[in-house]
């Protein structure tokens, strides 16, 4: 199972970013998909997670401006960012809760980070 996370970059305070994460590779189930972030010299923090279900929970600091979203159908989900401020500045990470198969526990699954630069 391989996660690639795309769509970082630079942008200035106000602007918006979306953010995709692919998933690739054979899973028997998905139960979440979550971006966290990992702000310069900060800890790893959960901005927003949706489930198979398609219930969605976010982060104070997200709510209002970013937005979870999935394509089951390609296996994509995607974080879309509004109103960004210097402080969502940070490494976006896609993680995956799920199984591989019927008999396997779930696992977490991580890719690498896209990053994302707010300016002032």
């Known amino acids: 199972v391989q996660l690639q996370a795309s769509g970082g970059g630079m942008v200035q305070a106000g602007g918006s970013l979306r953010l995709s994460c692919v998933v690739t590779g054979s899973m028997f189930s998905i139960n979440t998909v979550s971006w966290y972030r990992q702000p310069p010299g900060k800890q790893r923090e959960l901005v927003a997670e949706?489930?198979?279900?398609?219930?969605?929970t976010y982060a104070d600091s997200a709510k209002a401006r970013f937005a979870i979203s999935r394509d089951s159908a390609k296996r994509m989900w995607y974080l879309q960012m509004n109103s960004l401020k210097p402080e969502d500045t940070a490494v976006y990470y896609c993680?995956?809760?799920?199984?591989?198969?019927?008999?396997?526990?779930?696992?977490?699954?991580w890719g690498r980070g896209t990053l994302v630069t707010v300016s002032s």
């Open positions: 993680n995956v809760r799920g199984r591989r198969s019927l008999s396997s526990s779930n696992d977490n699954y």
């Open positions: 949706i489930t198979s279900g398609g219930s969605a």
